[in-house]
């Protein structure tokens, strides 16, 4: 029985006769790398917080608004409607919840992520989320397997090493922590009841591959429950990372599973990025049978989150997804000292932000004026060792730049910025 009211909203008398229990949270490690001293191994007295602080950001996924998930998260395979779809049959609360399909012999499932930087919160290095959850009901899965299905927290904008056995990562190339349900562990008997595991890359893991820790916190199928996730990225000292990552995992209310020695990152230009539901049954084995997952109340509260407006909400910044709406693209990347720069465009500019495959990731900067004089102007100060970029229409009259930048890159090649120098007023 719940003896608290999270902050992560409960819709009512959540799972009032659902018969679903955690159970003290024992590690059941499936092999000597998930033996871990500050894994919990009973019920601890850790809860969110009941208020979110009040520079918090806090997101209501609210599926009753949306006609299709693509609106809201990001399908990754581009399968959205033979995956991902809402339904009204199978509803936690309101009209519609979002079901996942995994077919019958398939493993490569789907994911349908919340994509912080472009939906305008940056990457925050603090998360917590919210859902109600059911396997369906003729959920079934072959001893030894393992299905992900909800994402804690992944950034691969960095580098592909946060999944696909491409680990461990090395502190600037991705990271991830997923929740899965497996057979492994005791009381995970294949046939009504699974265990939950925590599926991790991270810098110190063993193998390429993720690192696997089963919980004994079983769930049935055919009835929803809640899940609670917590993830705070490691601290950096002098460009190492220190192993103070956090992950926690509640199970109706329940602490089923805590860490805190992770180490994910060894720069602040990597933290969250992906988050809430990620679908892939097993690694190589498939599904045994057509599976069904549904999902409902999903709620994300973030944490020292920068400070990015929506793209709605400032004036000249605008989404990456609108790329293709402008002719040109500029990428200023500083040295390591702070940058005053003027960029002149007789057409159109505006301020975005993306990673591309040069290896820039281009974010939000607070400093940048774009006016227009006669042409377009854009003015802006960039802090050391980092990134701005822009799409524009026409054509580029002039940019200069006091230092110069360590790299400028104009539709996709990189230029010297001598070849920019122009004679316009003002330069």
Request: charge should be negative; proline fraction near 6%; aromatic fraction near 10%.
């Amino acid at each position: 029985m719940r003896t608290r009211r999270s902050y992560l909203k409960i819709a009512g008398a959540l799972l009032a006769g659902a018969g679903v229990t955690a159970g003290a949270a024992t590690l059941a490690p499936t092999d000597d790398r998930t033996v871990h001293p500050n894994a919990t191994n009973e019920t601890a007295a850790i809860e969110p917080p009941e208020q979110p602080a009040d520079d918090a950001a806090v997101i209501d996924v609210d599926y009753d608004r949306h006609d299709r998930p693509g609106e809201v998260y990001r399908i990754w395979t581009g399968k959205e409607g033979q995956t991902y779809s809402f339904v009204d049959d199978q509803v936690y609360d309101g009209d519609s919840a979002m079901r996942c399909r995994i077919e019958n012999g398939e493993n490569n499932g789907s994911n349908a992520t919340y994509w912080l930087p472009v939906n305008g919160y940056g990457q925050p290095n603090e998360v917590y989320q919210r859902a109600v959850i059911a396997l369906g009901d003729d959920w079934e899965m072959e001893d030894e397997d393992v299905c992900r299905f909800w994402c804690t927290g992944l950034n691969d904008e960095a580098g592909p090493a946060g999944s696909g056995g491409n680990g461990p990562p090395t502190g600037d190339d991705g990271w991830s922590n997923l929740v899965t349900v497996t057979t492994r562990g005791p009381d995970g008997n294949g046939t009504d009841e699974y265990n939950l595991a925590a599926y991790t890359y991270h810098m110190d893991q063993s193998y390429s591959a993720g690192e696997l820790e089963v919980i004994a916190a079983p769930i049935p199928s055919g009835e929803w429950f809640e899940l609670e996730t917590h993830v705070r990225m490691n601290s950096i000292v002098d460009g190492e990372a220190v192993p103070n990552g956090e992950v926690r995992y509640w199970l109706n209310g329940e602490l089923v599973y805590e860490r805190t020695d992770f180490r994910w990152t060894t720069t602040d230009a990597q933290a969250v990025e992906h988050a809430g539901p990620i679908v892939r049954y097993g690694g190589s084995e498939n599904a045994p049978t057509d599976l069904r997952l549904y999902y409902d109340e999903h709620r994300l509260v973030l944490g020292d989150a920068p400070p990015i407006p929506s793209y709605d909400e400032k004036d000249g910044f605008v989404s990456p997804t609108v790329r293709d709406e402008y002719e040109g693209r500029i990428t200023f990347v500083s040295r390591d000292e702070r940058t005053t720069y003027t960029i002149r465009c007789d057409g159109e500019i505006v301020h975005s932000e993306w990673s591309n495959i040069d290896g820039q990731r281009a974010t939000y900067n607070d400093t940048v004026s774009i006016t227009d004089d006669g042409e377009t102007v854009v003015e802006a100060t960039i802090v050391p060792s980092s990134t701005d970029g822009y799409f524009y229409n026409g054509e580029i009259v002039s940019i200069s730049a006091d230092p110069d930048p360590a790299e400028l890159w104009v539709d996709g090649d990189q230029a010297d910025i001598d070849d920019y120098a122009g004679d316009s007023a003002g330069e």
